[in-house]
């Protein structure tokens, strides 16, 4: 019950907020002037990306507050709280483990700025991409007076270049990432060893051995 609360509190919260930056974005294009509009080129995509944008970033905001944000934070304070009570358990465990408990942290920290700004550049590329379709078909009557088709599409396919190129630069951010977390089983290899030493040789008790492994490894994935 807690966790779906939380989760409409967020998406309430989200919700709200979004709806508020859209009518303040709407004010803002109404209250430029004509000549805003009318001095952009005919192939210039700043006209079309003052239509396009209003709903993808702000979908884009939506996600970070309803999802992001509070992912964020439980993930931070299962970062923090679950090596506290590992140390709590078996300080030499925890410690011997902690370096791979980073190994988890900054490959997930790197790759995901990687993929951050890829999708960023992604977002802009469907934006000039959306509004070239939006202007033919706004303007379908013109556009087939002129015998203009085939320009409109080669703009079109022209603009879809750009995000194919990062797509693939996002997958394979992605699929290294992904890959990166097969540390997992170095670390368990490495506390069931170390946890035997600790246990035989050093009288721990093997629960909280073992209790103490699993939180470092909940803490850094």
Do not use: H
């Not at 979004?18 to 995509?45: E, I």
């Not at 884009?60 to 999802?67: F, N, P, R």
């Not at 035997?196 to 909280?208: F, S």
Request: with cysteine; aromatic share 12%; hydrophobic share 45%.
């Amino acid at each position: 019950m807690l966790g779906f609360a939380e989760g409409l509190c967020w998406a309430r919260t989200a919700e709200r907020q979004t709806s508020r930056m859209r009518l303040a974005y709407l004010k803002s294009v109404l209250k430029q002037d004509v000549g805003f509009f009318d001095t952009q080129a005919a192939d210039s995509s700043t006209t079309y990306q003052v239509v396009s944008t209003i709903s993808s970033d702000s979908s884009t905001i939506q996600v970070a507050i309803g999802e992001k944000i509070p992912n964020c934070l439980a993930y931070l304070s299962s970062f923090f709280f679950c090596l506290i009570f590992a140390f709590t358990l078996s300080w030499s465990l925890t410690l011997a483990a902690l370096p791979f408990t980073l190994m988890y942290v900054l490959p997930g920290l790197g790759f995901g700025k990687l993929m951050m700004d890829v999708g960023t550049k992604m977002v802009d590329s469907y934006g000039v991409a959306g509004g070239i379709a939006e202007q033919a078909i706004s303007s379908i009557r013109t556009v087939y007076s002129y015998v203009g088709e085939r320009q409109t599409i080669n703009w079109f396919n022209n603009a879809l270049e750009r995000t194919m190129t990062l797509g693939i630069k996002q997958g394979s951010a992605r699929g290294l990432m992904i890959g990166s977390m097969g540390i997992v089983y170095v670390s368990w290899g490495f506390q069931a060893w170390f946890g035997c030493i600790l246990v035989t040789e050093k009288g721990e008790k093997g629960g909280n051995i073992f209790i103490a492994g699993f939180n470092c490894l909940m803490g850094g994935t």
